[in-house]
């Protein structure tokens, strides 16, 4: 495991980056001006709830790093449950973490999935790099459009595995917009496509988090048949709001995350 924030963080971002073009042009109009650092407030993890791979696993490359467990979130609909994390540090990203309830779903992707966790060695979870090392399996392409038609999230983790489904820019620290909607604006203007499942923004000051994101860019993956173009990472803005007892909101909502999860829907 990584004995270094943002040495971990830093390896993150070039893995997404490859995979997320769009994510540097975005940075780079939002730094524009005075090369201003841009500040995360969360990435986001995905995995199964199979032990040898499930959120705890994830997790623990973070705790290890003095993140504490803050919130959990279910998604029925969806079959997820998540967990978000947060550094006493807090100018380190948020760390949202969600597992795929695998036995809720049919015998055939229940096999699928079972199938591809059976391909990751033991000790690979353990692993510096395992939040980044992508797929340890192979699947064909006619198993990931099974998968699709029963879980977006299913097939997008049989092709891209383990790494940040997505970074995510705090509005509250951006020096020349304080407004997502202003942010929202720039990037329609620039030509960025914006996920708008449940509104181009989700929540609100009234839920103290409001979210946008764009869709994902589309990227070739190699399966075991064929190549095929699909969805791979997408970038999120985010502005926190302050509670009633004046601190900023650190807590994700549940209503808005579901939205968000659609960002990686085949368009
Ligand atoms: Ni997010």
Partial sequence: MHNDIDTLFANLWQDYLHITPSAE?????????????????????????????????LAAHFLALGYQEKGQYDFEQ???????????????????????????????????????????????????????????????????ALLLE??????????????????????????????????????????????????EIKGGADVCLAQSSTMADKMPVQFSDKQLEIPSCFYEFAQRYKMADGQLYTGFVAASADKIFESTNVM
Avoid: C
């Avoid at 730094?31 to 040898?52: P, S, V, W, Y």
């Avoid at 779903?105 to 939040?131: H, R």
């Fill in 25 to 57: 042009k975005v940075h780079k109009l939002l730094a524009q001006e005075k090369g201003d650092a841009i500040i995360n407030d969360h990435i986001a993890l995905r995995t199964f709830n199979i032990d040898k791979v499930n959120l705890d696993k």
């Fill in 78 to 144: 969806k079959k997820l449950r998540a967990k978000h994390f947060e550094h006493p540090d807090d100018t380190n990203p948020k760390v949202f973490i969600s597992e795929l309830l695998v036995e809720e779903f049919s015998p055939a992707l229940q096999a699928l999935v079972t199938n591809m966790v059976k391909q990751v060695a033991d000790d690979a979870v353990l692993a510096d790099n395992f939040l980044y090392s992508g797929t340890h399996w192979q699947v064909s392409s006619e198993d990931y």
């Fill in 150 to 199: 029963e879980s977006e999230y299913a097939a997008w983790m049989s092709a891209w595995g383990y790494r940040a489904n997505h970074f995510t820019v705090s509005v509250n620290y951006l020096k020349d917009y304080s407004e997502l909607a202003d942010v929202n604006s720039l990037l329609k203007d620039h030509g960025f496509v914006l996920n708008t499942s449940g509104g």
